[in-house]
Structures are given as C-alpha cells and as structure tokens.
C-alpha cells in the first residue's frame, strides 16, 4: 500500500511530491507530464520568487527538469474516484486502474467548466466522466457525449465504437471525429433529467435529447463529484491552515482551496499539504 496518492501535476501536485520524496515516503502522482496547460498557456510569470519574467512553457520545463532529477515519474491518468476506507483510500484512475494508499493529496485545481444542474446528482446513475471506465455499459445503447478538449477526442472515438448512437457536444472548434452514428450538436448542455438513472439531457435553447447514458469529458472533475463526503464550499474545498479537509487522510492544495489562484499559493500549499500528511503517517 502507498503512503499517498497526489491527484493533479500542477504546482501544488509538484511540491507536495517533491517534499514526499525527500521524506522517503512511498506515493504516485496521477497527472499530465506536460503537466498543467493553464501554465503552459502562460505568456509571463513574474511574481514567482526567483524566477522573474519566465515564460509558462520555460516554466513547466524547468518543473519538468526537477521531477526528472528526482525521478519522481508523473503516471497520465485522470483520477475518476476517490474512496475513503476506515484506514485507507482507494483511488479509480483511467484504463480501469486502481491505487490503493494511506493518505491522499487532492491538488486537481479548478474546473475550467462549471457542472451543469442534475450532473453530480446522477453521477453513477447514467452520468460518467471515464469513457474506458463505463463505456461497455452503453455497448447498443444511445449516449451523449459533452467534450471540452480535442485531447479527449480518442474517448469519443472509444464510445462511439461500443455505441448505438452518440450525440456529441463539442465545446471547441475543429472537431475531427466522424462516424455514421455521431450527431454533431453545437449547443451547451444545460440540465440533466431522469429517475433512477439519467434519461435525458436538455441543451440551452430547450432541446431534449433522449440517452441511456450521458458522458461529461472534461480536463478536470469537480472535487465533490471526485470524493463523496467532501466538504465543498462554492467550489472550493474546505481546508484549515494544515490543509486537512474534512475527511481524515485526505489534504487539498492549489486552486481547489479557493483564491487566490496563484503558483506561488499552489506551491506552498502542496508542501504544507506533504507534511500534513506525513505528519498523519506518524501517528
């Protein structure tokens, strides 16, 4: 069993692994090794201690130098769900993974897109965020897919594979998937509807779509949709000054704590967050 599981290879995910290591505890940061685009996108970073004017892509370079000196290796899989045990945590990933640790380290930052009504309440009942994870369930069946990235345009590729139809959401330009059974619909999804389970999805301007089941592909999950039992709010997770949520084992760091959304705060926070949890080991 891990020590910790870090969720998010931004600078608040980067630090508390980097402090994890030099403590020699056991762990696996889930993450992108181009490690966060919102840095990469940066045109300049001037308010970084000893690092002034440096450019987003020199940036995440230079992160990326320091993980590899430490040979701390950043596994790209999307965290799906975080569990929380009497002692324990397991952690579902992409590609039907799952970790197994003693503590957990949420740094996912902040949603890019909001969840729209109905999401988080039928999570598990007809709404997925893993297209690997629960696309067999939908093998014959009629689906709609929201995707907010080009960089997930494989998962469609996936569902439209074991689907009978996939109507698909694309909240970018140039989408590039084709198949007989996708339906292309420009418009935002706005609530999700159903009994036991999700059955339709409402788009703005008031169309219905009749699904089975409803995908929601996105760069990043809500934290109370990831942890069931977190305490969230408006948005954030709830921390004190220890970065200890409200669930025993598991620490939140970065942007998902609140304002302000800086990489300074973020990389602060993940080493308050390290030795939070190592200091919860000991005990």
């Not at 619909?185 to 301007?205: C, D, Q, S, W, Y």
């Amino acid at each position: 069993m891990l020590d910790c599981i870090i969720i998010g290879s931004g600078p608040a995910g980067i630090s508390a692994a980097l402090t994890l290591k030099a403590n020699g505890k056991s762990f696996i940061l889930l993450g992108k090794k181009s490690l966060s685009a919102k840095i990469e996108k940066a045109e300049l970073i001037s308010n970084y201690p000893g690092l002034y004017a440096i450019t987003g892509q020199d940036f995440c370079a230079a992160l990326q130098d320091q993980l590899a000196r430490e040979e701390i290796e950043v596994v790209e899989q999307k965290a799906t769900g975080v569990y929380a045990m009497k002692d324990k945590f397991f952690v579902t990933a992409e590609g039907d993974n799952t970790y197994e640790s003693r503590t957990v380290i949420l740094a996912s930052g902040v949603e890019t897109v909001k969840a729209i009504e109905g999401e988080e309440a039928f999570l598990g009942r007809g709404v997925s965020y893993c297209a690997t994870c629960d696309g067999m369930l939908y093998k014959d069946k009629t689906i709609a897919v929201f995707c907010t990235t080009k960089a997930l345009e494989h998962e469609v590729e996936y569902l439209a594979s074991l689907a009978k139809k996939v109507y698909l959401l694309p909240l970018y330009k140039g989408v590039e998937v084709e198949g007989e059974n996708i339906e292309k619909i420009v418009k935002m999804p706005e609530k999700v509807e159903g009994g036991l389970r999700a059955e339709r999805l409402t788009l703005k301007g008031g169309q219905t779509l009749e699904v089975d089941g409803i995908f929601m592909l996105k760069d990043s999950v809500s934290p109370s949709a990831l942890v069931g039992g977190l305490a969230v709010e408006n948005g954030h997770v709830v921390v004190d000054r220890g970065c200890k949520t409200n669930l025993s084992g598991l620490f939140a760091a970065g942007d998902c704590t609140g304002r302000p959304y800086q990489y300074a705060k973020a990389a602060g926070e993940g080493n308050v967050a390290a030795h939070a949890a190592i200091e919860y080991l000991a005990k």
